[in-house]
């Protein structure tokens, strides 16, 4: 599979974004699709996951009510919508796939495809 993610870009506090993340290569359907993020010299970040023709889209505490994940099966793609942007949501975003259980999405290694990243900046 591979992830191609766009979306990024400069927003004021306050606004939104959109990311998205087209899969190809290979069916989409039965994959976990999960969202990351990466800040200077922190840690890779779960956000949100959710399997294609399945369950979710779950949340970490850090985004909920803020960021919607949504998917077009059609498409192949899958969407993050990102409101009420902080600065402290600056970062690079990553989507990625993987066949995996509920309990292992907020795990890094449980996902094998990773798409390139979109710079996110959120400017106070």
């Known amino acids: 599979v591979q992830l191609q993610a766009s979306g990024g870009g400069l927003a004021q506090a306050g606004g939104s974004l959109r990311l998205s993340c087209a899969a190809s290569?290979?069916?989409?359907?039965?994959?976990?699709i999960g969202w990351f993020r990466q800040a200077p010299e922190k840690d890779r970040e779960w956000l949100a996951a959710t399997r294609v023709n399945g369950w979710g889209p779950y949340y970490a505490n850090a985004v909920k009510g803020r960021f919607t994940m949504s998917r077009d099966n059609t498409k192949s793609t899958v969407y993050l919508q990102m409101d009420s942007l902080k600065p402290e949501d600056t970062a690079v975003y990553y989507c990625a796939a993987g066949n995996l259980i509920l309990s292992s999405i907020r795990n890094i290694g449980s996902y094998a495809y990773w798409g390139q990243g979109t710079q996110v900046t959120v400017s106070s």
């Open positions: 290569g290979r069916t989409f359907s039965g994959y976990v």
